[in-house]
Protein backbone atom coordinates (compact mmCIF):
# COMPACT_ATOMS: atom_id res chain seq x y z
CA UNK A 1 0.00 0.00 0.00
CA UNK A 2 1.62 3.29 -0.89
CA UNK A 3 1.48 6.69 0.25
CA UNK A 4 -1.54 8.03 -1.69
CA UNK A 5 -3.62 4.67 -0.49
CA UNK A 6 -2.54 4.80 3.08
CA UNK A 7 -4.08 8.36 2.75
CA UNK A 8 -7.36 7.55 1.56
CA UNK A 9 -7.96 4.77 3.62
CA UNK A 10 -7.42 6.94 7.13
CA UNK A 11 -9.56 9.70 4.89
CA UNK A 12 -12.36 6.96 5.10
CA UNK A 13 -12.26 6.38 8.51
CA UNK A 14 -11.94 9.85 9.67
CA UNK A 15 -15.72 10.10 10.29
CA UNK A 16 -16.00 7.00 12.56
CA UNK A 17 -13.00 7.76 14.67
CA UNK A 18 -14.03 11.04 15.19
CA UNK A 19 -17.36 9.92 16.37
CA UNK A 20 -15.37 7.22 18.60
CA UNK A 21 -13.36 9.96 19.97
CA UNK A 22 -15.87 12.23 20.60
CA UNK A 23 -18.18 9.92 22.16
CA UNK A 24 -15.34 9.11 24.03
CA UNK A 25 -14.52 12.52 25.47
CA UNK A 26 -16.94 14.70 24.96
CA UNK A 27 -14.76 17.53 23.25
CA UNK A 28 -14.88 18.05 19.41
CA UNK A 29 -11.48 19.53 19.82
CA UNK A 30 -10.09 16.77 21.70
CA UNK A 31 -11.41 14.23 19.21
CA UNK A 32 -9.70 15.17 16.75
CA UNK A 33 -6.57 15.58 18.44
CA UNK A 34 -7.25 12.12 18.93
CA UNK A 35 -7.40 11.64 15.21
CA UNK A 36 -4.41 13.28 14.27
CA UNK A 37 -2.80 11.46 16.81
CA UNK A 38 -3.79 8.47 15.04
CA UNK A 39 -2.35 9.60 11.86
CA UNK A 40 0.55 10.57 13.03
CA UNK A 41 0.99 7.34 14.51
CA UNK A 42 -0.20 5.25 11.53
CA UNK A 43 2.38 7.49 9.29
CA UNK A 44 5.11 6.20 11.57
CA UNK A 45 4.00 2.45 10.91
CA UNK A 46 5.08 -0.24 8.34
CA UNK A 47 1.31 -0.84 6.72
CA UNK A 48 2.99 -4.03 5.95
CA UNK A 49 2.69 -4.68 9.70
CA UNK A 50 -0.91 -3.95 9.87
CA UNK A 51 -3.78 -7.20 8.92
CA UNK A 52 -6.56 -4.86 9.17
CA UNK A 53 -6.17 -1.39 9.06
CA UNK A 54 -9.88 -0.25 10.14
CA UNK A 55 -9.46 -2.54 13.36
CA UNK A 56 -5.72 -1.04 13.62
CA UNK A 57 -6.68 2.52 13.68
CA UNK A 58 -9.91 2.07 16.23
CA UNK A 59 -7.59 0.49 18.38
CA UNK A 60 -5.11 3.59 18.19
CA UNK A 61 -7.81 6.03 18.94
CA UNK A 62 -8.87 3.60 21.66
CA UNK A 63 -5.97 4.34 23.45
CA UNK A 64 -5.42 7.68 22.85
CA UNK A 65 -8.78 8.65 24.24
CA UNK A 66 -8.31 6.37 27.21
CA UNK A 67 -5.10 7.80 28.17
CA UNK A 68 -6.21 11.32 27.78
CA UNK A 69 -9.23 10.28 29.95
CA UNK A 70 -7.18 8.69 32.98
CA UNK A 71 -4.90 12.27 32.70
CA UNK A 72 -8.48 13.91 32.69
CA UNK A 73 -9.22 11.79 35.89
CA UNK A 74 -6.56 12.99 37.97
CA UNK A 75 -6.58 16.77 36.93
CA UNK A 76 -10.23 17.37 37.15
CA UNK A 77 -10.11 20.18 34.66
CA UNK A 78 -11.36 19.62 31.49
CA UNK A 79 -15.48 20.06 31.36
CA UNK A 80 -17.48 18.51 28.24
CA UNK A 81 -18.23 20.98 25.76
CA UNK A 82 -20.86 22.95 27.03
CA UNK A 83 -22.68 23.49 23.32
CA UNK A 84 -20.51 20.50 21.48
CA UNK A 85 -19.31 21.06 18.07
CA UNK A 86 -19.71 18.50 15.45
CA UNK A 87 -16.86 18.86 12.51
CA UNK A 88 -16.66 17.44 9.36
CA UNK A 89 -14.05 16.24 7.78
CA UNK A 90 -12.75 19.12 6.46
CA UNK A 91 -12.09 20.83 10.05
CA UNK A 92 -14.49 23.64 9.52
CA UNK A 93 -17.23 22.99 11.80
CA UNK A 94 -19.61 22.32 9.85
CA UNK A 95 -21.87 18.62 9.31
CA UNK A 96 -20.79 17.11 5.88
CA UNK A 97 -23.88 14.00 5.44
CA UNK A 98 -21.27 11.24 6.44
CA UNK A 99 -20.81 12.74 9.50
CA UNK A 100 -24.32 13.21 10.16
CA UNK A 101 -25.01 9.86 10.00
CA UNK A 102 -22.52 9.01 12.28
CA UNK A 103 -23.52 11.31 14.79
CA UNK A 104 -26.67 12.24 14.69
CA UNK A 105 -29.19 12.29 17.90
CA UNK A 106 -26.86 9.68 19.41
CA UNK A 107 -24.18 12.03 20.53
CA UNK A 108 -26.32 14.54 22.43
CA UNK A 109 -24.80 16.36 25.67
CA UNK A 110 -27.37 14.00 28.05
CA UNK A 111 -25.74 11.06 26.47
CA UNK A 112 -22.31 12.53 27.19
CA UNK A 113 -22.73 14.16 30.71
CA UNK A 114 -23.84 10.52 31.66
CA UNK A 115 -20.79 9.01 29.92
CA UNK A 116 -18.48 11.52 31.74
CA UNK A 117 -19.45 9.87 35.25
CA UNK A 118 -18.38 6.37 34.20
CA UNK A 119 -14.92 5.12 34.41
CA UNK A 120 -12.19 5.14 31.61
CA UNK A 121 -12.51 1.51 31.18
CA UNK A 122 -15.99 1.27 31.49
CA UNK A 123 -16.45 4.06 29.62
CA UNK A 124 -14.73 2.87 26.41
CA UNK A 125 -15.92 -0.55 26.83
CA UNK A 126 -19.35 0.18 26.05
CA UNK A 127 -18.59 3.11 23.41
CA UNK A 128 -16.78 0.75 21.58
CA UNK A 129 -19.58 -1.82 21.88
CA UNK A 130 -22.24 -0.59 22.39
CA UNK A 131 -22.26 1.72 20.01
CA UNK A 132 -19.66 1.01 17.29
CA UNK A 133 -20.40 -2.96 17.33
CA UNK A 134 -16.30 -3.31 18.69
CA UNK A 135 -15.60 -7.02 19.70
CA UNK A 136 -14.68 -7.60 23.21
CA UNK A 137 -11.45 -9.61 22.49
CA UNK A 138 -10.85 -6.25 20.72
CA UNK A 139 -11.59 -3.83 23.35
CA UNK A 140 -9.39 -5.93 25.55
CA UNK A 141 -6.21 -5.49 24.02
CA UNK A 142 -7.39 -1.44 24.61
CA UNK A 143 -8.05 -1.97 28.22
CA UNK A 144 -5.42 -4.54 28.85
CA UNK A 145 -8.17 -6.97 30.54
CA UNK A 146 -9.59 -10.45 29.42
CA UNK A 147 -12.88 -10.52 26.72
CA UNK A 148 -14.57 -11.32 29.93
CA UNK A 149 -13.50 -8.46 32.45
CA UNK A 150 -14.45 -6.49 29.64
CA UNK A 151 -17.92 -7.68 28.89
CA UNK A 152 -18.39 -6.79 32.84
CA UNK A 153 -17.00 -3.72 32.21
CA UNK A 154 -19.25 -2.70 29.36
CA UNK A 155 -22.25 -3.94 31.59
CA UNK A 156 -21.85 -2.02 34.51
CA UNK A 157 -21.34 1.08 32.31
CA UNK A 158 -24.77 0.05 30.40
CA UNK A 159 -26.73 -0.32 33.82
CA UNK A 160 -25.66 3.04 34.73
CA UNK A 161 -26.47 4.47 31.57
CA UNK A 162 -29.76 3.37 30.85
CA UNK A 163 -30.32 4.20 34.79
CA UNK A 164 -29.39 7.72 34.31
CA UNK A 165 -31.10 8.13 30.79
CA UNK A 166 -34.68 6.27 31.61
CA UNK A 167 -34.33 7.89 35.32
CA UNK A 168 -35.36 4.30 37.11
CA UNK A 169 -37.12 3.47 40.60
CA UNK A 170 -35.04 5.41 43.21
CA UNK A 171 -37.39 3.67 46.00
CA UNK A 172 -35.64 0.31 46.82
CA UNK A 173 -39.32 -1.40 48.01
CA UNK A 174 -41.14 -0.53 44.87
CA UNK A 175 -37.51 -2.31 42.84
CA UNK A 176 -38.28 -4.88 45.10
CA UNK A 177 -41.74 -5.57 44.40
CA UNK A 178 -41.26 -5.48 40.95
CA UNK A 179 -38.54 -8.04 40.98
CA UNK A 180 -40.69 -9.99 43.40
CA UNK A 181 -43.73 -9.98 41.04
CA UNK A 182 -41.41 -11.21 37.89
CA UNK A 183 -39.82 -14.07 39.70
CA UNK A 184 -43.03 -15.41 40.66
CA UNK A 185 -44.58 -14.85 37.79
CA UNK A 186 -41.21 -16.78 35.88
CA UNK A 187 -41.54 -19.56 38.63
CA UNK A 188 -45.43 -19.75 37.73
CA UNK A 189 -45.34 -19.76 33.84
CA UNK A 190 -47.33 -17.02 33.65
CA UNK A 191 -46.48 -15.88 30.46
CA UNK A 192 -49.44 -13.05 30.21
CA UNK A 193 -48.15 -11.41 33.75
CA UNK A 194 -44.21 -11.53 32.84
CA UNK A 195 -45.24 -9.39 29.56
CA UNK A 196 -47.04 -6.58 31.78
CA UNK A 197 -43.72 -6.35 34.46
CA UNK A 198 -41.30 -6.15 30.94
CA UNK A 199 -40.94 -2.87 29.00
CA UNK A 200 -41.90 -3.61 25.33
CA UNK A 201 -38.32 -3.26 24.37
CA UNK A 202 -36.88 -4.62 26.96
CA UNK A 203 -32.82 -5.79 26.53
CA UNK A 204 -31.51 -8.69 27.94
CA UNK A 205 -27.94 -9.57 27.67
CA UNK A 206 -26.09 -12.37 28.75
CA UNK A 207 -22.18 -12.83 29.50
CA UNK A 208 -20.20 -16.16 27.56
CA UNK A 209 -20.57 -18.79 30.52
CA UNK A 210 -24.35 -17.86 30.94
CA UNK A 211 -25.09 -18.44 27.04
CA UNK A 212 -23.38 -21.82 27.63
CA UNK A 213 -25.98 -22.58 30.36
CA UNK A 214 -28.91 -21.90 27.54
CA UNK A 215 -29.80 -18.89 25.91
CA UNK A 216 -28.30 -16.22 23.69
CA UNK A 217 -26.04 -13.40 24.27
CA UNK A 218 -28.23 -10.40 23.33
CA UNK A 219 -32.49 -11.21 23.61
CA UNK A 220 -34.66 -7.84 22.80
CA UNK A 221 -38.52 -7.73 22.94
CA UNK A 222 -40.48 -8.26 25.81
CA UNK A 223 -42.21 -11.25 24.10
CA UNK A 224 -38.68 -13.00 23.77
CA UNK A 225 -37.39 -12.17 26.91
CA UNK A 226 -40.89 -13.22 28.33
CA UNK A 227 -40.59 -16.62 26.80
CA UNK A 228 -36.91 -17.52 28.13
CA UNK A 229 -38.37 -16.54 31.90
CA UNK A 230 -41.43 -18.30 31.74
CA UNK A 231 -41.32 -21.16 33.58
CA UNK A 232 -38.07 -20.77 34.92
CA UNK A 233 -36.09 -19.27 38.12
CA UNK A 234 -37.27 -21.77 40.55
CA UNK A 235 -33.91 -21.19 42.55
CA UNK A 236 -33.77 -17.69 41.93
CA UNK A 237 -32.95 -15.39 45.19
CA UNK A 238 -34.09 -11.76 45.17
CA UNK A 239 -30.61 -9.69 45.71
CA UNK A 240 -28.79 -6.47 45.68
CA UNK A 241 -26.24 -6.16 42.66
CA UNK A 242 -23.66 -3.46 42.76
CA UNK A 243 -26.75 -1.82 44.44
CA UNK A 244 -29.40 -2.97 41.95
CA UNK A 245 -32.15 -5.45 42.77
CA UNK A 246 -32.06 -8.54 41.06
CA UNK A 247 -31.59 -11.99 41.80
CA UNK A 248 -28.96 -14.85 41.76
CA UNK A 249 -28.81 -18.48 41.90
CA UNK A 250 -27.03 -20.12 44.29
CA UNK A 251 -25.23 -22.97 45.13
CA UNK A 252 -25.81 -25.00 48.90
CA UNK A 253 -23.10 -22.88 50.67
CA UNK A 254 -24.65 -20.23 49.48
CA UNK A 255 -22.22 -19.15 46.88
CA UNK A 256 -23.38 -17.44 43.77
CA UNK A 257 -23.47 -19.16 40.68
CA UNK A 258 -26.08 -16.77 38.39
CA UNK A 259 -26.52 -13.07 39.32
CA UNK A 260 -29.52 -11.44 37.37
CA UNK A 261 -29.56 -7.18 37.63
CA UNK A 262 -32.67 -6.23 36.82
CA UNK A 263 -33.35 -2.22 35.71
CA UNK A 264 -36.79 -0.59 36.66
CA UNK A 265 -38.29 2.49 35.71
CA UNK A 266 -41.92 3.31 36.03
CA UNK A 267 -42.76 -0.21 37.48
CA UNK A 268 -41.56 -1.93 34.33
CA UNK A 269 -38.47 -3.90 33.49
CA UNK A 270 -36.19 -2.47 30.75
CA UNK A 271 -32.94 -4.02 30.98
CA UNK A 272 -31.91 -7.79 32.72
CA UNK A 273 -27.68 -8.54 32.56
CA UNK A 274 -26.96 -12.06 33.59
CA UNK A 275 -23.52 -13.02 35.02
CA UNK A 276 -22.35 -16.87 34.79
CA UNK A 277 -18.07 -16.07 34.92
CA UNK A 278 -16.69 -16.83 37.93
CA UNK A 279 -14.42 -14.29 37.77
CA UNK A 280 -17.16 -12.05 37.42
CA UNK A 281 -19.50 -12.89 39.58
CA UNK A 282 -16.93 -12.06 42.30
CA UNK A 283 -16.39 -8.58 41.03
CA UNK A 284 -19.89 -7.95 42.36
CA UNK A 285 -21.30 -6.48 45.54
CA UNK A 286 -23.85 -8.90 46.01
CA UNK A 287 -26.78 -8.76 49.07
CA UNK A 288 -29.14 -11.48 49.62
CA UNK A 289 -32.54 -9.96 50.46
CA UNK A 290 -35.11 -11.50 52.16
CA UNK A 291 -38.40 -12.96 50.04
Not at 20 to 42: I, N
Amino acid sequence: MDADELARRFEGNRPRLRAVAYRMLGSSAEADDAVQEAWLRLSRTDPTTIDNLDAWLTTVVGRVCLDLLRSRGSRREEPLDAHPARPSAGGTGELNPEDAALLADSVGLALLVVLETLAPAERLAFVLHDLFAVSFDEIAVIVGRSPAATRQLASRARRRVQADAATPEADLSRQREVVAAFLAAARGGEFAELLTLLDPDVVMRADQAAVHMGGSSESRGSAVVARFFAGRASGARPALIDGVVGAVVTSANDQVRIAISLTVVAGQIIGIDVVADPDQLRDLDVTLLDG
